[in-house]
């Protein structure tokens, strides 16, 4: 596997399950990313991680919740999601967290709640 | 005003043509700009990075930087249908060093 890696692709829950998203990162970067993109609207950050260590919780709601176990893997732990938190959550990766290490981006889960 | 602003488009340009994307920000210490392609129901590809002022080349694409006037473009060269896509205009600014802001994209269609 190379670059960055996520799954499930597609995922569909009801408002009451818990599900977990899982990303890993091929690229030995030391910083980790969630992103949500709903329709239309720019990318919001969610969740950075640095070496493992959460440096930004960007206002998140607590039906969301991150884990960073190392440096190559970060999942988002969900329940009692709403309707509105459908949307694509990628995860991004780069080298360093300040200066301009580039992020690159997995290929995305595709969240539908019901 | 919006962190960065780009027309949401379409743009409409013919294979062969150059297509011209702009994107403006609020933000004027922000140091570091990229590009990134995204396709439909595809995650985001980088193409461009610049940091400096100026033009920037690769391969068919160009980033012009100009950081007095806060703006930032992407020219594409001889557009192909395989362009077709949304490019999103990432900046990431000194006071938020590892924040990464986009703008909501630009999406392009290239007709053959």
């Known amino acids: 596997e190379t670059g960055v890696t996520q799954t499930p692709r597609h995922l569909v829950m009801g408002m009451t399950n818990k599900k977990s998203l899982k990303c890993e990162q091929h690229l030995g970067h030391n910083a980790m990313y969630w992103y949500k993109q709903s329709a239309k609207k720019p990318l919001e950050l969610m969740f950075v991680y640095n070496f493992k260590e959460q440096t930004e919780n960007n206002s998140v709601p607590s039906r969301f919740s991150p884990e960073c176990p190392n440096s190559s893997h970060l999942f988002l732990h969900l329940h009692t999601l709403q309707p509105e938190d459908s949307a694509l959550y990628l995860c991004a990766s780069s080298e360093r967290l300040a200066g301009g290490y580039e992020q690159y981006f997995g290929p995305g889960t595709r969240l539908t709640v019901t | 005003q919006k962190e960065v602003e780009q027309n949401s488009g379409p743009l409409s340009v013919p294979e062969g043509a150059i297509a011209s994307l702009n994107c403006t920000y609020s933000d004027r210490v922000s140091q570091s700009f990229f590009w990134y392609r995204q396709y439909s129901g595809k995650s985001p590809e980088l193409i461009m990075s610049i940091y400096s002022n100026g033009d920037k080349e690769d391969g068919r694409f160009t980033a012009q930087l100009n950081k007095a006037s806060q703006y930032v473009s992407l020219l594409i060269r001889d557009s192909q249908p395989s362009d077709s896509a949304t490019y999103l205009c990432?900046?990431?600014?000194?006071?938020?060093?590892?924040?990464?802001?986009f703008g909501a994209g630009t999406t392009v269609t290239v007709r053959a």
């Open positions: 990432a900046l990431r600014s000194t006071l938020n060093d590892y924040k990464l802001s």
